[in-house]
């Protein structure tokens, strides 16, 4: 009997990370274009340059994850926050 | 971190860099070239080489070579870039509804415009970068993604390097081939690091921009993207529909000069030349900053009335979005930075080509001992093709360009891409057929290297501008790029010395 469960393959991390990864990170992106201070420009481009960080953040979450269920969690938690983020700002 | 956890970053490293090697290798070599097409304009074009000298007729002068061309019908907008190029006007024109703008190069020593097709090579390059020569928007978005990898594969590729100083100072020679790449691989990636983060950033950002926009700006904006791309590109009133006078710019730049004083104008735009409603926006540079935002004067262009000056200090958003474009491109620090990251950029280069070499030698070890070449996998001689035959096929391009001078037909957009994706499917083919991959990339850097030294020589036999005189009449826009090939010829050649055959491998 396995004495801990065998960790994910790369195959499915990367597509967790490449599918939720990109879900959550464009999720908090809309909500930093939202909720940051400053113009909606200032708002726009600064929530922009984040995105990229915000995908690789995700992507090296998803290959250092142990558990495949517990990483679509996490992902999706933080797809939910950011939408919810965008939502509470007033844009539906 | 354990053992399990870097096994897994480094296949995902190694899977990244597979599978978009090639792509990354590409984009990183034509990026560099890139670097320098302003540069390399006058010496490829040779129909551009100008003078220069005292006396520079204003830009009014400049333009009554095209009064006609705009009286003909409306145009919307006329953007006049100042001494690029080796010291020329280039005025990009459009009318309503056009889908390109048209450019027009004008030697401002005498007035005359340039005619014919000029600078196909330089425009190939830059495509080439940008868009892979893919379809609009499609291209620019994969180059975007493959920022995004790039970020990727840095960042796992630190992660998994457990002892970076060591590894900064080790390049093992008299070893095998599998160790000597791997070495300059992490050198290469240790000492580069803080560039390729910085251009693999940048480059995702503006490859997925026309997607950043829509998203963030429709966001910031309530949904209102056109708002939000007026913001980012800057409100153009209407047309009023009523002709008048064409704008007397030379008093404006003027005023824009006694404004900002110690700022040179690089560029004036005039927004629906010869209209009742036309304006006139002046953009000064400001070589000590990054940001090249807001150095801009407008004016009524019907009588010349100062209407605004942008804020020299702009918000952080607007500073932000006007630094990317210069910190990606180099623009922001003269000709001695764009020689680090030519320098750095090779680096990136090499990093593409050596990570796909390192993997292939794995592969090849695995597969044991190998009698004949026909046994030799194809994609390792694919590879070496490939990663051999683009630098032979960019450097044939510039000696076709400068060629073009005295056979116009091979100086076209068209027969250069012809020229380039045909020498560089030979390459490849070479490559697969040749009876060692390595002894086929060593081949492909010595071909290289010869043309390089012999880009001087070529430039020399087709425009009679040999080295010894452009050096003795100071013509460096010329001067400065022969100089540069030979640079560029002894690095090709030192390359192909390192892969010389170390003990009993080919």
């Given at each position: 009997m396995a004495l801990r469960p065998a960790l994910p393959a790369l195959r499915w991390r990367m597509t967790a990370g490449v599918v939720g990864g990109t879900l959550a990170a464009v999720a908090v992106t809309l909500a930093l274009a939202r909720l940051l201070p400053g113009s909606a420009l200032d708002r726009a481009v600064l929530a922009g340059v984040a995105l990229p960080l915000i995908w690789l953040a995700a992507m090296l979450r998803a290959l250092l994850a142990n558990r495949l269920g517990r990483l679509w969690l996490e992902l999706a938690a933080v797809a939910l926050a950011g939408v919810l983020g965008a939502l509470i700002s007033g844009w539906a | 971190m354990n053992g399990v956890t870097t096994r897994i970053l480094f296949s995902a490293h190694s899977a990244v860099g597979i599978v978009l090697g090639a792509a990354l290798f590409v984009v990183c070599l034509s990026g560099t070239v890139a670097l320098f097409v302003d540069e390399a304009t006058p010496w490829s074009s040779p129909g551009l080489r100008v003078d220069g000298g005292t006396g520079a007729a204003g830009l009014d002068s400049q333009l009554s070579a095209l009064r006609e061309t705009f009286a003909a019908g409306p145009v919307a907008i006329v953007i006049a870039e100042l001494d690029v190029e080796g010291g020329l006007t280039r005025i990009s024109w459009r009318r309503p509804g056009d889908a390109h703008n048209r450019i027009v190069r004008i030697d401002p020593s005498t007035g005359a415009a340039l005619g014919g097709e000029h600078a196909a090579w330089p425009a190939f390059l830059t495509d080439l970068h940008t868009d892979?020569?893919?379809?609009k928007p499609w291209g620019r978005y994969v180059v975007g993604l493959s920022g995004l990898v790039m970020l990727l594969s840095a960042a796992t590729g630190i992660l998994v390097h457990r002892k970076p100083l060591r590894q900064a100072f080790t390049c093992r020679r008299g070893r095998s081939h599998l160790l000597r790449y791997t070495d300059w691989h992490k050198l290469m990636g240790l000492w580069g690091l803080p560039f390729h983060l910085m251009i693999a950033y940048t480059g995702a950002l503006l490859g997925l921009a026309g997607i950043l926009i829509v998203l963030t700006g429709g966001a910031a904006f309530d949904g209102d993207v056109a708002a939000a791309n007026k913001a980012f590109q800057g409100e153009t009133p209407p047309r009023a529909g009523e002709a008048a006078a064409p704008p007397r710019l030379d008093p404006l730049i003027a005023d824009a000069r006694a404004r900002y004083p110690g700022r040179d104008p690089a560029r004036v735009i005039v927004h629906?030349?010869?209209?009742?409603?036309a304006t006139v926006k002046v953009d000064l540079d400001?070589?000590?900053?990054?940001?090249?935002?807001?150095?801009r004067v407008v004016y009524?262009?019907?009588?010349g009335a100062f209407r605004r000056a942008l804020p020299v200090e702009a918000s952080v958003g607007r500073r932000t979005y006007a630094a990317i474009t210069p910190l990606h491109y180099a623009s922001y620090g003269g000709l001695a930075l764009k020689l680090v990251y030519a320098v750095l950029g090779l680096g990136a280069t090499l990093l593409s080509a050596s990570g796909t070499l390192i993997w292939l030698e794995r592969r090849s070890e695995r597969h044991?001992?190998?009698?004949t070449a026909r046994d030799r996998p194809r994609i390792e001689a694919l590879a070496a093709g490939f990663f051999g035959g683009m630098p032979v096929a960019t450097l044939a391009g510039f000696h076709l360009a400068v060629w073009s001078a005295a056979f116009p037909a091979i100086g076209g957009y068209g027969s250069l891409a012809v020229a380039f994706f045909g020498l560089w499917l030979a390459a490849c083919l070479a490559g697969a057929v040749a009876a060692s991959p390595r002894r086929c990339l060593r081949a492909s850097l010595a071909v290289a290297a010869l043309l390089a030294i012999g880009l001087p020589l070529s430039n020399g036999l087709a425009t009679g501008d040999w080295l010894p005189t452009t050096l003795a009449a100071g013509d460096w826009s010329v001067a400065g790029f022969d100089l540069a090939a030979i640079a560029v010829a002894a690095t090709l050649f030192t390359g192909c010395r390192r892969l010389a055959p170390s003990r009993g491998k080919h």
């Amino acid at each position: 009997m396995a004495l801990r469960p065998a960790l994910p393959a790369l195959r499915w991390r990367m597509t967790a990370g490449v599918v939720g990864g990109t879900l959550a990170a464009v999720a908090v992106t809309l909500a930093l274009a939202r909720l940051l201070p400053g113009s909606a420009l200032d708002r726009a481009v600064l929530a922009g340059v984040a995105l990229p960080l915000i995908w690789l953040a995700a992507m090296l979450r998803a290959l250092l994850a142990n558990r495949l269920g517990r990483l679509w969690l996490e992902l999706a938690a933080v797809a939910l926050a950011g939408v919810l983020g965008a939502l509470i700002s007033g844009w539906a | 971190m354990n053992g399990v956890t870097t096994r897994i970053l480094f296949s995902a490293h190694s899977a990244v860099g597979i599978v978009l090697g090639a792509a990354l290798f590409v984009v990183c070599l034509s990026g560099t070239v890139a670097l320098f097409v302003d540069e390399a304009t006058p010496w490829s074009s040779p129909g551009l080489r100008v003078d220069g000298g005292t006396g520079a007729a204003g830009l009014d002068s400049q333009l009554s070579a095209l009064r006609e061309t705009f009286a003909a019908g409306p145009v919307a907008i006329v953007i006049a870039e100042l001494d690029v190029e080796g010291g020329l006007t280039r005025i990009s024109w459009r009318r309503p509804g056009d889908a390109h703008n048209r450019i027009v190069r004008i030697d401002p020593s005498t007035g005359a415009a340039l005619g014919g097709e000029h600078a196909a090579w330089p425009a190939f390059l830059t495509d080439l970068h940008t868009d892979l020569l893919l379809p609009k928007p499609w291209g620019r978005y994969v180059v975007g993604l493959s920022g995004l990898v790039m970020l990727l594969s840095a960042a796992t590729g630190i992660l998994v390097h457990r002892k970076p100083l060591r590894q900064a100072f080790t390049c093992r020679r008299g070893r095998s081939h599998l160790l000597r790449y791997t070495d300059w691989h992490k050198l290469m990636g240790l000492w580069g690091l803080p560039f390729h983060l910085m251009i693999a950033y940048t480059g995702a950002l503006l490859g997925l921009a026309g997607i950043l926009i829509v998203l963030t700006g429709g966001a910031a904006f309530d949904g209102d993207v056109a708002a939000a791309n007026k913001a980012f590109q800057g409100e153009t009133p209407p047309r009023a529909g009523e002709a008048a006078a064409p704008p007397r710019l030379d008093p404006l730049i003027a005023d824009a000069r006694a404004r900002y004083p110690g700022r040179d104008p690089a560029r004036v735009i005039v927004h629906h030349y010869g209209d009742a409603a036309a304006t006139v926006k002046v953009d000064l540079d400001d070589p000590g900053r990054l940001s090249q935002a807001d150095t801009r004067v407008v004016y009524d262009a019907t009588t010349g009335a100062f209407r605004r000056a942008l804020p020299v200090e702009a918000s952080v958003g607007r500073r932000t979005y006007a630094a990317i474009t210069p910190l990606h491109y180099a623009s922001y620090g003269g000709l001695a930075l764009k020689l680090v990251y030519a320098v750095l950029g090779l680096g990136a280069t090499l990093l593409s080509a050596s990570g796909t070499l390192i993997w292939l030698e794995r592969r090849s070890e695995r597969h044991g001992a190998i009698a004949t070449a026909r046994d030799r996998p194809r994609i390792e001689a694919l590879a070496a093709g490939f990663f051999g035959g683009m630098p032979v096929a960019t450097l044939a391009g510039f000696h076709l360009a400068v060629w073009s001078a005295a056979f116009p037909a091979i100086g076209g957009y068209g027969s250069l891409a012809v020229a380039f994706f045909g020498l560089w499917l030979a390459a490849c083919l070479a490559g697969a057929v040749a009876a060692s991959p390595r002894r086929c990339l060593r081949a492909s850097l010595a071909v290289a290297a010869l043309l390089a030294i012999g880009l001087p020589l070529s430039n020399g036999l087709a425009t009679g501008d040999w080295l010894p005189t452009t050096l003795a009449a100071g013509d460096w826009s010329v001067a400065g790029f022969d100089l540069a090939a030979i640079a560029v010829a002894a690095t090709l050649f030192t390359g192909c010395r390192r892969l010389a055959p170390s003990r009993g491998k080919h």
